[in-house]
């Protein structure tokens, strides 16, 4: 068990990662709420967004789910006060709460379902937050995780003045070992389904969103890259032992390729769903 279960608070705290909150629903949303039809949930439910940042699920899943009470959770205060902001018109059917996933503040069979999105690659132990998520959840009720996977980000080689650029290999040294460096693991969604299986979970399924050149608007995708690269490039550096300088350049050659046609780029987002037993 790690001490530090939120290794990523600054970079979750930055600016920056409110902007890739809102790039990222835009992105991933038209493709993902689909999805919750087949949890076959309808009425007065329990819904709990674990990992809420802003909010900006939160109040698509209040769109979604109009009889429906809602509960944020996220550690971070500041993320929670924009998630409140914006949120004025939901104020009777949401509630955000500071709170930590590891010890939820929810007496058990609280909810119908539990989303908790852009997380299982952010704190380490998350066998232990999926352990939590089935202690909440209402015997049958559902748990929706998008898992990410840094070894689903699939970018054209791009030619420099110094040679051949992989976007593909910079995830793999970079985020991945980053990640590793802090106990989190940068392959999360490979491993989801495994993870749900031994938590106790039935019913799992796998689906994959795509995020692409094709169905994203370009500055769209692009604009999740220019957040990551201004909350990351400082921490990626710094567990590759690499200049900043060299990293950001990396970031921007990507960006550059997503934004300017005809290059192609995709990033698969695993979605993993399962059912707590009755």
């Not at 902001?85 to 069979?109: K, P, V, W």
């Not at 909440?136 to 080689?157: F, I, K, N, Q, T």
């Given at each position: 068990?790690h001490?530090?279960?939120?290794?990523?608070a600054?970079?979750?705290g930055?600016e920056?990662?409110a902007?890739?909150l809102?790039?990222q629903a835009?992105?991933i949303w038209p493709?993902?709420?689909?999805?919750?039809?087949?949890?076959g949930?309808d009425?007065?439910?329990r819904?709990?967004?674990l990992?809420?940042g802003t909010?900006?699920?939160?109040r698509r899943?209040a769109q979604?789910?109009?009889?429906?009470q809602l509960v944020?959770?996220?550690?971070?205060e500041g993320?929670l006060?924009?998630?409140?902001r914006?949120?004025?018109?939901?104020?009777?059917?949401?509630?955000?709460a500071?709170g930590d996933?590891f010890?939820?503040?929810?007496?058990?069979?609280?909810f119908?379902?539990?989303?908790?999105r852009?997380?299982?690659?952010a704190?380490?132990d998350f066998?232990?937050?999926l352990?939590e998520i089935?202690?909440?959840?209402?015997?049958a009720g559902?748990?929706?995780l998008?898992?990410e996977?840094?070894g689903m980000?699939h970018?054209?080689?791009?030619a420099?003045?110094?040679?051949p650029?992989?976007p593909d290999?910079?995830?793999?040294?970079?985020?991945?070992?980053y990640l590793d460096?802090i106990?989190?693991?940068?392959?999360?969604?490979r491993?989801?389904p495994?993870?749900?299986?031994a938590?106790g979970?039935?019913?799992?399924?796998?689906?994959?969103?795509?995020?692409?050149t094709?169905?994203?608007a370009?500055?769209?995708?692009g604009?999740?890259?220019?957040?990551?690269?201004d909350?990351?490039?400082?921490?990626l550096?710094?567990?590759?032992?690499?200049?900043e300088?060299?990293?950001?350049?990396?970031?921007d050659?990507?960006?550059?390729?997503?934004?300017?046609?005809?290059?192609?780029?995709?990033?698969?987002?695993?979605?993993?769903?399962?059912?707590?037993s009755?």
């Amino acid at each position: 068990m790690h001490e530090d279960r939120n290794p990523q608070a600054e970079q979750m705290g930055d600016e920056s990662m409110a902007r890739n909150l809102a790039h990222q629903a835009q992105a991933i949303w038209p493709q993902e709420a689909p999805l919750f039809d087949r949890y076959g949930l309808d009425g007065a439910l329990r819904i709990l967004d674990l990992g809420c940042g802003t909010g900006e699920i939160t109040r698509r899943l209040a769109q979604r789910y109009p009889q429906a009470q809602l509960v944020g959770v996220d550690i971070l205060e500041g993320n929670l006060a924009l998630a409140r902001r914006d949120s004025t018109a939901y104020a009777e059917r949401i509630e955000y709460a500071q709170g930590d996933a590891f010890a939820l503040a929810y007496s058990d069979a609280s909810f119908d379902l539990v989303v908790c999105r852009h997380m299982s690659q952010a704190v380490p132990d998350f066998p232990l937050v999926l352990k939590e998520i089935r202690r909440v959840l209402r015997p049958a009720g559902w748990l929706h995780l998008l898992s990410e996977d840094y070894g689903m980000l699939h970018m054209p080689v791009i030619a420099r003045e110094d040679g051949p650029f992989d976007p593909d290999a910079f995830w793999n040294r970079n985020a991945v070992a980053y990640l590793d460096s802090i106990g989190c693991d940068g392959r999360v969604g490979r491993h989801s389904p495994a993870l749900l299986e031994a938590a106790g979970f039935t019913d799992i399924a796998m689906d994959f969103l795509t995020v692409d050149t094709l169905r994203v608007a370009r500055p769209t995708f692009g604009g999740i890259l220019r957040a990551w690269r201004d909350g990351y490039t400082g921490v990626l550096a710094q567990a590759s032992q690499r200049p900043e300088a060299a990293v950001r350049r990396d970031f921007d050659s990507i960006i550059h390729a997503i934004e300017t046609p005809p290059h192609y780029a995709v990033w698969h987002v695993p979605v993993v769903s399962g059912r707590r037993s009755a």
